[in-house]
């Protein structure tokens, strides 16, 4: 009872700073003289290879507001005066990935950048030299390339800029009417008094998810590919002492790690790897459902630990892609003709229904690949904006930071929200790794099913 | 305007979601409690079963988010 009021103090306290936090920002603090503060700090040398902590204060950026949208370099600007809290751009920004690890937006733990542009070449540095401060938008300007919101941009006219670093006044978005009538959102970079305009953050899609083609290719490191590698070793290691443990006490009750790995590890080999896959196969198969399970499982939970950069690895796309990718060519390489049979020529049927259920069956051979990985990524993702909106009630009930008492009662109502919220992440964490792993054994198990 | 559309399709996607999941929990107790030595087994067939179910109202619902 002591741990749980400890707690949610705690959790009280925390979420007031974060208030006060966004509170600094939003406030009316914002004039001119933070484009003169920047300059004056343009001269300071700052360690790049090593973590930067808190600058409080002056590496706030002004929001600007672009006057001529469609000029590409030295648009004029002018400071947003009365910058409005985003809920949803906010959302967005907090389950993207970023080119820095943001701890509590305090501790900043830069990351190597490796980007490749046709008429560049490879360039290789760390992104400590964009000096990233509020929201992750980077203080310089590095080699014609800015850290907006987290993720590398490059300026448009980035040969003005390719001499290492330059201050970087702030950002603005501005939406204009694009060619089929759609409204785009065109993002600056102000840099002396004038916006520059940003590439797309760069995508390898070739623009097909609507991001956009850019004229490089961002292959840093990020903060999902940084945790993904903590949640491997984590993983490894408590595996190790597991495994070692076996050896050490045989024959006696099991202790430490060794205790939650193993009912764990019990329970899906004999609740889903035994009845779907089947007796005779089913150890073939038991390491692949393994990792799957706690790969996830791991991934889930790191995601759901405050304020450690909240980073959301299962609930990207591209991460439950490869993996539902990986069990698509799994179960079809060990598809056996029995399974081929009932896609191409399902048994017992006469032709007239076989001509309406192969394509349904072809159909169905991809459609299991995608739902997976929708299913994973929709529900981590939508656990992640649940929460962010129940913190975000407070700048918006705080009328984006103007309003202390209101803040407050937004700050009193999000607390039980979020830890109820969170409390179902936790369930929720473990269900979709299970139901993953479950789903995939279901596969395997129609693939290799011998006739009967 | 195609943006409240598309709010809309993802709204009754949930409700479709949210009749298939109260069907499915709602006749696996029905189930377990008339037959409790059986409940595993239940369990993980209404896991199963709402997976599947929840993956189509995902479809939908990301199809909602992006067309736009």
Not at chain 1, 114 to 140: C, P
């Given at each position: 009872?002591?741990?749980?009021?400890?707690?949610?103090?705690?959790?009280?306290?925390?979420v007031?700073?974060?208030?006060q936090?966004h509170d600094?920002?939003?406030?009316?603090?914002?004039?001119?003289?933070?484009?003169?503060?920047?300059e004056?700090?343009?001269?300071?040398?700052?360690?790049?290879?090593?973590?930067?902590?808190?600058?409080?204060?002056?590496?706030?950026?002004?929001?600007?507001?672009i006057?001529?949208?469609?000029?590409?370099?030295?648009?004029?600007?002018?400071?947003?005066?009365?910058?409005?809290?985003?809920p949803?751009?906010t959302?967005?920004?907090?389950?993207?990935?970023?080119n820095?690890?943001?701890?509590l937006?305090?501790?900043?733990?830069?990351?190597?950048?490796?980007?490749?542009?046709?008429?560049?070449?490879?360039?290789?540095?760390?992104?400590?030299?964009?000096?990233?401060?509020?929201h992750?938008?980077?203080?310089?300007?590095?080699?014609?390339?800015?850290?907006?919101?987290?993720?590398?941009?490059?300026?448009?006219?980035?040969?003005?800029?390719?001499?290492?670093?330059?201050?970087?006044?702030?950002?603005?978005?501005?939406?204009?009417?694009?060619?089929?009538?759609?409204?785009?959102?065109?993002?600056?970079?102000?840099?002396?008094?004038?916006g520059?305009?940003?590439?797309?953050?760069?995508?390898?899609?070739?623009?097909?998810?609507?991001?956009g083609v850019?004229?490089?290719?961002?292959?840093?490191?990020?903060?999902?590919?940084?945790?993904?590698l903590?949640?491997?070793?984590?993983?490894?290691?408590?595996f190790?002492?597991?495994?070692?443990?076996?050896?050490?006490?045989?024959g006696?009750?099991?202790?430490?790690?060794?205790?939650?790995?193993?009912?764990?590890?019990?329970?899906?080999?004999?609740?889903v790897?035994?009845?779907?896959?089947?007796?005779?196969?089913?150890?073939?198969?038991?390491p692949?459902?393994?990792?799957?399970f706690?790969?996830?499982?791991g991934?889930?939970?790191?995601?759901?630990?405050?304020?450690?950069?909240?980073?959301?690895?299962?609930?990207?796309?591209?991460?439950?892609?490869?993996?539902?990718?990986?069990?698509?060519?799994?179960?079809?390489?060990?598809?056996?003709?029995n399974?081929?049979?009932?896609?191409?020529?399902?048994?017992?049927?006469?032709?007239?229904?076989?001509l309406?259920l192969?394509?349904?069956?072809?159909?169905?051979?991809?459609?299991?690949?995608?739902?997976?990985?929708?299913?994973?990524?929709?529900?981590?993702?939508?656990?992640?904006?649940?929460?962010l909106?129940?913190?975000?009630l407070?700048?918006?009930?705080?009328?984006?930071?103007?309003?202390?008492?209101?803040?407050?009662?937004g700050?009193?109502?999000?607390?039980?929200?979020?830890?109820?919220?969170?409390?179902?992440?936790?369930?929720?964490?473990f269900?979709?790794?299970?139901?993953?792993?479950?789903?995939?054994?279901?596969?395997?198990?129609?693939?290799?099913?011998?006739h009967? | 305007?195609?943006?409240?559309?598309?709010?809309l399709?993802a709204g009754?996607?949930?409700?479709?979601?949210?009749i298939?999941?109260?069907?499915?929990?709602g006749k696996?107790?029905?189930?377990?409690?008339?037959?409790?030595?059986?409940a595993g087994?239940i369990?993980?067939?209404?896991?199963?079963?709402?997976?599947?179910?929840?993956?189509a109202?995902?479809?939908?619902?990301?199809?909602?988010?992006?067309?736009?």
């Amino acid at each position: 009872m002591r741990r749980l009021f400890s707690f949610i103090l705690f959790s009280m306290i925390s979420v007031f700073m974060l208030a006060q936090g966004h509170d600094h920002d939003h406030g009316d603090g914002h004039n001119h003289d933070h484009a003169h503060d920047h300059e004056s700090h343009a001269g300071h040398d700052h360690d790049n290879g090593e973590t930067h902590a808190g600058h409080d204060g002056d590496h706030h950026h002004a929001n600007y507001l672009i006057s001529n949208p469609n000029t590409d370099c030295g648009a004029s600007v002018s400071v947003d005066q009365n910058h409005e809290y985003d809920p949803t751009a906010t959302a967005i920004h907090h389950i993207s990935d970023a080119n820095v690890y943001t701890i509590l937006d305090a501790v900043r733990i830069p990351l190597p950048a490796i980007l490749y542009s046709k008429d560049r070449g490879v360039e290789f540095f760390s992104t400590g030299k964009f000096e990233a401060g509020h929201h992750d938008n980077g203080a310089k300007s590095y080699n014609g390339y800015v850290l907006f919101e987290g993720n590398i941009h490059k300026l448009a006219c980035s040969d003005k800029f390719v001499d290492g670093t330059t201050a970087v006044d702030g950002f603005g978005r501005v939406e204009v009417a694009g060619a089929d009538g759609k409204s785009v959102e065109r993002r600056y970079a102000v840099i002396g008094g004038k916006g520059f305009l940003l590439e797309q953050k760069t995508i390898w899609d070739g623009g097909i998810l609507g991001g956009g083609v850019t004229s490089f290719m961002d292959l840093s490191p990020t903060k999902s590919v940084v945790s993904m590698l903590i949640v491997c070793l984590i993983l490894f290691f408590a595996f190790r002492a597991a495994a070692k443990a076996y050896t050490k006490n045989e024959g006696q009750a099991p202790s430490g790690i060794q205790s939650f790995l193993e009912p764990v590890f019990q329970f899906i080999r004999d609740d889903v790897a035994i009845p779907f896959i089947g007796e005779k196969k089913y150890e073939k198969y038991l390491p692949l459902l393994m990792t799957i399970f706690f790969f996830i499982l791991g991934l889930n939970l790191w995601g759901q630990i405050p304020f450690l950069g909240s980073v959301n690895v299962s609930g990207s796309l591209t991460v439950t892609m490869i993996l539902a990718v990986l069990v698509f060519l799994i179960t079809n390489f060990s598809g056996n003709k029995n399974y081929w049979g009932h896609i191409f020529n399902f048994p017992g049927v006469p032709w007239f229904v076989k001509l309406i259920l192969t394509p349904v069956e072809v159909l169905g051979l991809f459609i299991k690949p995608l739902t997976l990985m929708l299913r994973l990524a929709g529900n981590i993702t939508a656990g992640h904006i649940a929460i962010l909106s129940f913190v975000g009630l407070i700048f918006i009930f705080g009328n984006s930071g103007t309003n202390m008492a209101g803040a407050t009662t937004g700050t009193i109502l999000a607390i039980p929200l979020t830890i109820f919220m969170m409390s179902i992440e936790l369930i929720v964490a473990f269900v979709q790794a299970f139901v993953f792993t479950i789903l995939t054994a279901s596969y395997i198990g129609a693939a290799t099913e011998e006739h009967h | 305007m195609t943006g409240t559309l598309a709010a809309l399709g993802a709204g009754l996607a949930v409700i479709g979601a949210g009749i298939g999941l109260g069907q499915i929990g709602g006749k696996a107790v029905e189930a377990i409690a008339r037959q409790p030595e059986a409940a595993g087994d239940i369990r993980g067939a209404m896991i199963l079963m709402a997976a599947f179910m929840e993956g189509a109202a995902l479809i939908a619902i990301l199809l909602a988010f992006f067309i736009k």
